[in-house]
């Protein structure tokens, strides 16, 4: 996308329909963004007593032309009070700045919680053949904390996490997988037991590649007829890991059976509907996703958005369609980390969803007059005036966009559980 051509004019030639930009610290008006087309005299007038004798519109994305230039007489400068609408436009301005410093309290936090879950499951499947009961006892303890988590709250969201943090991806599949598909049995409502059991089979699931040679498992080239039968052995082989672990029945169905399809083309047993144990015909729906938006080879990855369409319109006859219907609803039409265009032109990356609220995400906002470490997010859920128009690939941006944005390579995922309740003083 090429960067718009712009134009200086008076803000005596400003009307209805022109697109501007305030070239100014975002923090210093009351509007909510930076760059927007007029609507009304009211938002002529505010940026008239900002101060600014002459402002940028753009010619392109505005329904208008300026005002012809008036020559008069200078006319004494008035002082004029804010009005009513102003100030209630600079209250709402300073509510939507609170919203955006709690939203990146809870992102650190959640980054905080992935990183220490990540780790932990490095040390898991370190110990997994030295120690099985400690690294039996380490998951049930990971795994308790995300149901806890889970359970404790009906408002929880699904944050994307930044690439640096995750690392390593071998030990992120396993978690993105237990994350995700936990939060798809709690939405199916299944009790806290069958929950626990997702979360416990979805970290071992491919234990079994641990057993196969790393070519192998991180090719990516297409597999031989050999290779590929061998990489299927690793279910097999992840329940023998396993064997003395001790790990409960729906998890060891989980290990044995996440490659299973609805229509019998799976493997390793060529199961065929409810063959399949309901866990498992979960885990198959969230495995498929992630394998989809984290393939070996980055450049081969879908987006999330590209991954779930998929799913819908190609593999529906795969997965368990009460599952996949409900995992499109959890993840909401646009899932974290689908590049957008908003109706007001911006770009943005969504970075959370908001449950019951699939259309309206929160977005993190390409604005190239606010620092990237200070990105605008939007919460659409309560920007009712603006909404998501498109969905984006990734070279439909521009260089500087992308590099604002920074599209993840790798997609990980991880719970944030909203603080409620009264603060403490």
């Not at 004019?9 to 400003?14: P, T, Y």
């Not at 192998?216 to 672990?245: D, F, M, W």
């Not at 944030?416 to 309740?421: A, L, N, Q, R, W």
Request: proline share 7%; aromatic share 6%.
């Amino acid at each position: 996308m090429n960067s718009p051509v712009t134009r200086t004019i008076s803000v005596d030639q400003l009307c209805i329909g022109l697109y501007v930009h305030l070239d100014m610290n975002w923090l210093d008006h009351a509007f909510a963004r930076n760059s927007f087309v007029l609507k009304n005299t009211a938002q002529i007038d505010a940026i008239k007593r900002l101060g600014i004798r002459h402002i940028r519109v753009d010619p392109s994305r505005s329904s208008t032309r300026p005002l012809p230039l008036a020559t008069k007489a200078p006319e004494q400068v008035e002082v004029v009070v804010p009005s009513a609408e102003e100030d209630a436009l600079m209250s709402e301005k300073k509510a939507r700045i609170e919203r955006i410093i709690a939203e990146r309290a809870a992102i650190a936090e959640c980054e905080k919680k992935f990183t220490k879950a990540g780790s932990t499951l490095k040390n898991i499947e370190r110990s997994v053949f030295s120690r099985p009961q400690d690294a039996y006892a380490e998951a049930d303890q990971l795994v308790q904390h995300m149901l806890d988590d889970l359970l404790a709250d009906r408002s929880i969201a699904i944050h994307l996490m930044n690439d640096k943090i995750a690392g390593e991806d071998v030990y992120f599949h396993s978690l993105n997988v237990s994350v995700l598909a936990m939060m798809l049995a709690k939405e199916m409502a299944l009790p806290a037991d069958d929950i626990k059991a997702v979360g416990i089979g979805c970290l071992f699931h491919d234990i079994g590649k641990v057993e196969i040679p790393t070519r192998i498992v991180n090719s990516t080239l297409p597999l031989n007829r050999a290779e590929k039968n061998l990489l299927q052995l690793h279910c097999q082989y992840g329940l023998n890991v396993v064997a003395k672990l001790g790990l409960p029945k729906g998890a060891l169905d989980i290990i044995g059976q996440h490659h299973e399809y609805m229509d019998g083309s799976g493997y390793p047993e060529r199961l065929r509907g409810e063959q399949i144990t309901l866990l498992a015909r979960i885990v198959s729906v969230v495995n498929t996703y992630d394998n989809h938006c984290n393939r070996a080879n980055p450049v081969d990855s879908l987006t999330p958005f590209e991954a779930l369409s998929l799913m819908f319109k190609q593999q529906r006859h795969l997965l368990d369609p009460a599952a996949l219907t409900m995992f499109i609803r959890c993840m909401g039409v646009y899932p974290p980390g689908t590049l957008v265009k908003l109706s007001d032109e911006a770009l943005g990356m969504v970075i959370s969803i908001n449950p019951g609220k699939p259309l309206r995400p929160s977005v993190l906002i390409h604005d190239p007059s606010v620092p990237k470490s200070e990105a605008i997010i939007l919460d659409l859920s309560q920007e009712t005036d603006i909404e998501i128009s498109a969905s984006l690939k990734p070279s439909q941006l521009s260089p500087e966009a992308y590099d604002y944005l920074s599209p993840r390579k790798r997609m990980s995922y991880f719970l944030d559980v909203p603080k409620v309740g009264p603060k403490k003083p």
